[in-house]
């Protein structure tokens, strides 16, 4: 064998895996992930003000004018924010109606309020034929989140977590500028309860 052409041979494998490392060094120094940080989370916490029970279960006279109103005043505690206003029309399950009940809501409307907001809520363009009563129930019509990115630029998971601080299903991944803030939010329906939103660099393959 000839000894020249076995050093030639090892010296450009040295050289490739030298070239290699270098190019590796190059590529990790230049995906510095981001740094999300969440600075404000913000929850609306409306509540029916106007009546006493939760809910407040109305009852429907027979032969109601069809073009009545179903109204009730709500308030804000919590935060600015949307509030998921539904009303409930209740079905009489036994002869003596002591049970009601409903399936769905007739109706849903997204209500913005801001805080410390007390303000009427009114459905008009529901028939109350075929019902015995009626409730207006408020839940969280959406949660808010503002969050910096203190590191590069890059993809951010951010995510809505329960009131025992597990994840929900509830997320979205945003591309986000080094030193940038964005607003995210999430849309109920939500019951009230304390919610709240994490944020880290997204994994490696959505990036």
Do not use: H, W
């Not at 949660?143 to 977590?161: C, K, M, W, Y």
């Amino acid at each position: 064998m000839d000894r020249r052409g076995v050093l030639a041979a090892a010296g450009s494998l040295l050289a490739v895996s030298a070239a290699g490392c270098a190019g590796s060094e190059s590529e990790s120094d230049g995906e510095d992930p981001p740094k999300p940080v969440v600075e404000d989370v913000r929850v609306p916490v409306v509540e029916r003000v106007d009546a006493d029970g939760v809910p407040s279960v109305e009852s429907i006279d027979a032969g109601s004018d069809s073009n009545r109103e179903f109204a009730a005043t709500f308030e804000n505690a919590g935060d600015a924010g949307d509030a998921a206003i539904s009303l409930y029309l209740l079905e009489a399950d036994d002869p003596d109606g002591d049970v009601l009940t409903a399936s769905a809501p007739a109706r849903v409307r997204v209500v913005r309020f801001a805080a410390g907001e007390r303000r009427a809520v009114a459905f008009d363009d529901v028939s109350p034929e075929g019902y015995d009563a009626y409730y207006l129930e408020a839940q969280i019509g959406s949660v808010e989140a503002d969050v910096r990115n203190d590191g590069e630029d890059g993809l951010v998971e951010v995510v809505l977590t329960s009131p025992d601080g597990e994840p929900t299903d509830k997320r979205r991944t945003i591309e986000l500028a080094a030193d940038a803030t964005e607003t995210v939010s999430f849309d109920g329906a939500f019951v009230r309860e304390a919610y709240d939103v994490r944020a880290e660099a997204a994994d490696e393959e959505r990036r």
